[in-house]
C-alpha cells in the first residue's frame, strides 16, 4: 500500500513498536464546533499519508470527550476495516468536570475514564493509554497500578505518561518495568521555543529509560510558523485562544522568528517545516504530534520529512534565533 511507502516509522525506545514520525492529534479543531466532514476527511486523508496513530484524550474538544466521539463515527464508518493497522491511543487525569472522580490519578478515575473512553471510540481497547498528567496528591504506585490494569485487562496494548517531570518520570517507568508493562512513551511538550526536554534531563532520561517521546506543540501553538511574521491575521488562534496569548507576538518574537524563516527559506522549506524537521533530528523522540484544520495544511507539514537534515552551521543559527520561552509560557 502506497501509504506505507511514503511515511517514515520509528521505533519507540526500546520496545518492538514502529510509530509513524508524525502522528495525527485531536487536541484541537475537533469537537462540535467543527463540521463533521472537515474532521472526517482530515482524519481519512492522515491515514493516507501514513499517519497510522491517532492521538485523543477524554479532555479533547469541545466539549469533553467530543474528539472522541468524533473519531468513534469516523473509525465506524472508514475505518473499521483498518482498525489493525492504526495506534488509537487516549489519556486521563486532566479535570472534565467538578467531581472529585472526573479529574487525578486514582484507580478510579483513570479506569472508568477509559471505559468511556472506549465506548467513546467505539473499540474494545486503545493501543496506548496515557496518564495525562501527574497528580501529586495521589501516590504513584496507584496511579502506576492503574495503567497496568488496563494492560492486564486487555483495554490497552501499552501505556504512556504526559507532562511528567524526569524525577516522576523515572519513577514511573521503573515501577512499570517491576510490574512487567514498560513505560512505552512519554509525551512531552517541545520545540524550538521550548526546549525543556533537552533542558532538564528528559532526553537523556528517555534513553537511560528506554521510552519514546511523543512531543506535541512542535510549532509552538502556530508561533513556528509565518502566520504571525506581520502581526495577528483575523481569524488566528492567537485572538481566541486559551493556549496563545496576543501579547506574546511582540517586536522580540516578530524578530526571531523572521530570523528562522530566513534560515528555512535558504532551505527551501518553511518555517514550520523546519521547526518540524528540528523537532525529530532527535533520537529519543519519535513522533511529532501535528494537528491539522485542512488536508492541504497536513500535505504541507509532512512534507518536512522530504528535506536534507539540518547541518551544524543551521542548527547554529537556529540556536542563536530560536531563545528557549519566546512566546512560550513556561
Do not use: C
Amino acid at each position: 500500500m502506497s501509504r506505507y511507502e511514503k511515511m517514515e516509522y520509528r521505533r519507540a525506545g526500546h520496545s518492538g513498536l514502529d510509530l509513524p514520525a508524525f502522528s495525527f492529534g485531536l487536541w484541537q479543531k475537533f469537537g462540535t464546533d467543527h463540521p463533521y466532514e472537515t474532521q472526517r476527511d482530515i482524519v481519512l486523508h492522515a491515514f493516507d499519508l501514513g499517519i497510522t496513530h491517532f492521538d485523543n484524550a477524554d479532555r479533547y474538544g469541545p466539549p469533553h470527550r467530543a474528539a472522541q466521539q468524533v473519531f468513534g463515527q469516523v473509525l465506524k464508518r472508514d475505518l473499521a476495516p483498518y482498525r489493525d493497522e492504526l495506534l488509537l491511543s487516549t489519556k486521563a487525569g486532566n479535570p472534565i468536570g467538578p467531581s472529585p472522580y472526573l479529574k487525578g490519578g486514582s484507580r478510579k478515575s483513570l479506569l472508568t475514564s477509559l471505559e468511556h473512553s472506549l465506548r467513546d471510540l467505539g473499540t474494545d481497547r486503545v493501543d496506548i493509554f496515557y496518564s495525562h498528567s501527574p497528580d501529586l496528591t495521589t501516590p504513584l504506585e496507584e496511579t502506576v497500578g492503574a495503567l497496568v490494569s488496563a494492560v492486564e485487562q486487555g483495554k490497552a496494548l501499552y501505556v504512556g505518561i504526559s507532562n511528567y517531570a524526569p524525577e516522576r518520570a523515572h519513577e514511573a517507568a521503573e515501577l512499570l518495568r517491576r510490574a512487567g508493562v514498560p513505560l512505552l512513551v512519554h509525551q512531552p511538550r517541545y520545540s524550538i521555543f521550548d526546549r525543556r526536554p533537552e533542558l532538564n534531563g528528559l532526553l537523556k532520561l528517555a534513553a537511560e529509560d528506554g521510552f519514546g517521546l511523543i512531543v506535541y506543540s512542535p510549532l509552538a501553538q502556530g508561533l513556528l510558523t509565518n502566520k504571525y511574521l506581520d502581526g495577528i491575521p483575523a481569524g488566528a488562534r492567537a485572538e481566541n485562544s486559551a493556549f496563545l496569548s496576543p501579547d506574546v507576538i511582540d517586536d522580540t518574537y516578530r524578530q526571531r522568528a523572521a530570523a528562522l524563516n530566513g534560515i528555512a527559506e535558504r532551505r527551501g522549506q518553511s518555517l514550520a517545516q523546519l521547526a518540524l524537521q528540528w523537532v525529530l533530528r532527535q533520537p529519543q523522540v519519535t513522533s511529532a504530534l501535528i494537528g491539522a484544520s485542512s488536508t492541504a495544511q497536513l500535505d504541507h507539514n509532512v512534507k518536512a520529512l522530504d528535506f536534507p537534515p539540518l547541518t551544524e552551521e543551521e542548527l547554529a543559527l537556529i540556536d542563536e534565533h530560536g531563545v528557549h520561552g519566546t512566546g512560550v509560557r513556561l
